[in-house]
């Protein structure tokens, strides 16, 4: 069975450009979850999306936006890309209900912001 | 104060050793989570645990809700265990998301 897919793997843009990224679920996953993982930072929680809707969304910028397509995979926008905004951006996915059901990462996108 | 607290952040062993980490979290739960990081950057879920202890393998899992304390045990410990272990609850319901703790980097020495 294929894990949870992401891509670019790595991403370079400017200051002020917009960055695409784009995270595929674990067959049968309806739940997609975006993080960011800054350089000292930690991970934090970006996004949840279920079943096509967005459930939850943690403190950032509406800037940070996303959508999920009806085959669940998942696609993050950022939007006048900072240069704090460099960082390594992890999808996962979860069959349900996010708190009865483990998460499963994806290897991430390396974003650098020049 | 950070929602979750790692201890210690940085733990070298012996191949061999009893290996404890330890989270406390200040927030209600419906479950925690222990992970793992390599330097690649991939994450692995280890355990998700909302009361007791799981066991996989060389890896043990507690957790006690009423003093809101985790703890992530590695016995025999190997090379091949160094890894950043991270804590993170899960909270709020139908607005769930995981807070996380800045992790433990854990250097297991042959």
């Known amino acids: 069975e294929a894990g949870v897919t992401q891509s670019p793997t790595h991403l370079i843009k400017t200051r002020g450009q917009q960055a695409t990224l784009r995270c595929s679920p674990i067959s049968g996953h309806t739940s997609v979850y975006w993080y960011q993982q800054a350089l000292g930072l930690g991970l934090q929680f970006l996004l949840w999306?279920?079943?096509?809707?967005?459930?939850n969304r943690g403190n950032f910028p509406p800037r940070f936006s996303g959508r999920q397509f009806p085959n669940y995979s998942s696609e993050l926008n950022v939007n006048a890309l900072e240069l704090e905004d460099s960082a390594l951006y992890l999808c996962a996915s979860s069959l349900g209900l996010a708190y009865k059901e483990t998460q499963y990462f994806g290897p991430g996108t390396r974003l650098l912001v020049l | 104060k950070n929602e979750v607290e790692q201890s210690p952040q940085n733990l070298t062993a012996q191949e061999g050793e009893f290996i404890t980490i330890n989270c406390s979290y200040s927030?209600?739960?419906?479950?925690l989570h222990w992970l793992q990081q390599h330097p690649g950057g991939g994450i692995v879920s280890l355990f998700m645990l909302s009361s007791g202890k799981k066991k996989h393998g060389r890896l043990i899992a507690t957790i006690n809700i009423q003093e809101k304390h985790s703890s992530l045990h590695i016995t025999a410990s190997h090379p091949r265990d160094s890894a950043v272990y991270i804590c993170a609850v899960g909270s709020g319901g139908s607005n769930y998301k995981l807070t996380f703790g800045k992790g433990t980097l854990l250097t297991v020495n042959p």
């Open positions: 927030v209600g739960i419906s479950a």
């Open positions: 999306y279920d079943e096509g809707e967005e459930r």
